[in-house]
């Protein structure tokens, strides 16, 4: 789970550092500090859900569970964003709270 | 040809993408079948539903050979797995050369009467060959390569695939929004595609690119594979001599796994002084389709070789291959690769779609032309899901007896295939058309467990109470693609033309 709120969250931060999909969200621009905090954060969670991939399926599961677990929440979240930006912003705090408390799947 | 890069790049994409798109359609979705082939099967044979996980019983399995086939020139025995309960033993005849099959309790090694069927297996075949043999594996190779092709241009003509890598329209015009479900399916799934297209050629480089092989093997890739696998050959002798307890030499063969499990037993030249012995590790904790075997003296039980897979070379090839054939246990990775080929194959079907659409707004060209694409896009896509449905329908309906049964399923898949295609011709309505085909696979996926019901006694209320999540994850798919299914038809139905848009995201989402 913690592979998938990193994945989903990475993803949603790098989407947020583009200026239109901010506003989708927010209804105002983004300044640059933000949009670097964004992208930043994002290729980080990127990176740890990797990791996390990687610790719990080893290196040769890893990074093929990884491409999957990207692609797929990665969908979710394109298709979700245009009708419920707002939706799709609480499933990426969903997905951390249900991290936090240890859920698995 | 055209005047600049991308102007060339899109000619290729368009047409090439067009001739083989409703092809590579049917091999993505049957591949994505295929992800659940034993689980397919094993929902189709309700017989070995009252199989529970026991101790097998090895010696048994070969008694039953010893007597069904005494006088044959090999002994094959595949022991069971969670992904297959039933113990399976096959033996091949020197005079007939017929392969003969039995299914087999494992605890008591009793013969299961099981409904003839081909399960997972006939989506397998389909989606390698087309049912067509060598023929099929070439078709199916060529359209790889334009998938390839296809894959490497339109990576080039739509270049703001990463600035635009969020954006999905669905407000926006009809052609905007199809074409964002495009590329998002292709962008985001871009490493899969081309990961799972590569490796499928690299399964049969050997019939693409034969020269190696007619070189150094006389053409006889089971020589190379042979001299590969070190495989032990032993002429038969003549001689009788009794064959050394099988159960004890699988025991043995485990020692040098630490761990692994025994996928399948061969016994070559069974009864005779020159007995071997081969058993086989299932490759279910790894990437790479290296399955380790240790061959023994069949009537001394010494140890002949024991074979891990050495050379970096095989180890690659075995790694590639490895994660086309998903034969590892990684139930995660499993539904991930489903996921990512339902995705695909909805890439290629948009792809199909917004040939029509393109050409359908900008009144470009005639009529005729893009109602006969349409007319295909109807059949391959709609009518494959009710062909598939159809399939499992007919694993249910007909009767278990029937000579022939097995072959009756697939006549059922075609037949409604071709009628669905006829359908497509004749309808003049295109959305209408889209709209039945679409409720007639919803409908049918969707009534699946409720005929489970009524035919079996392996139906969800029975399964989901045991946890029996094989066979009730084939329902629940099922019930769940229904429900997409429906919803695409709905959205259909609310707008005439525009709606197909709700078939991509709905099938991405579909399943448990």
Known sequence: MMEIALCYNGLLALCLAMPKHYRQLFGRSSSDHVRWALKIAGWSAMAGSLLSAIASNGWSFGPV?????TGVTGLVLIFLWPFQPQAAAILGALAVIAAATGVTI | MKDSFTQSMDWLHTWGGLVFGWLLFVIFLTGT???????????????????????????AAADQLARLAPAADDWWIELPHFRTPELTISWQDLDQGQQEQR?????????????GTRGGEFFYRFHYQLHLDRLGTWVVGAAAMVMLAALATGIVIHHRIFKDFFAFRPQASLQRSWLDAHNATGVLMLPFHVVITFT????FWMIYMPGGVDVFYEGEFGNMLAEVEQRVDRKRTGTPASLASLAALEQRAKIQWNGGVTEWIQVRHPGDLHATVDVVRR???????ISDRVTFDGTTGDVLKVWKGEGPAFLTYSVLIGLHYLWFDHATIRWLYFFMGLTGSVMIATGSLLWVIKRRESHTSNHSEYRIVESLNIAVVAGLLVAVAAFFWSNRLWPSDVPGRAVWEMRTFFLVWCLCAVHACLRRDCSKAWKEQLVAAAALFALLPLLNLVTTDSHLFVTLAVCDWRLAGVDLTCLAVGGSLFGAAWRIGRQAVPAQQSISSSIVEAGP
Not at chain 2, 37 to 53: A, F, G, S, V
Not at chain 2, 283 to 289: E, G, H, I, K, T
């Open chain 2, 33 to 59: 079948l295929t992800v659940f082939d034993k689980e397919i099967t094993y929902w189709m044979q309700p017989e070995l539903h009252r199989l529970t996980p026991s101790p097998v019983n090895i010696q």
């Open chain 2, 103 to 115: 299914k087999l309790d494992p605890a008591t090694g009793e013969i299961m009467t099981v409904r």
């Open chain 2, 283 to 289: 490759a279910d904790d790894r990437l790479a389709l």
């Open chain 1, 65 to 69: 569970e990884w491409i999957g677990m």
């Open chain 2, 200 to 203: 499928g050629l690299v399964i």
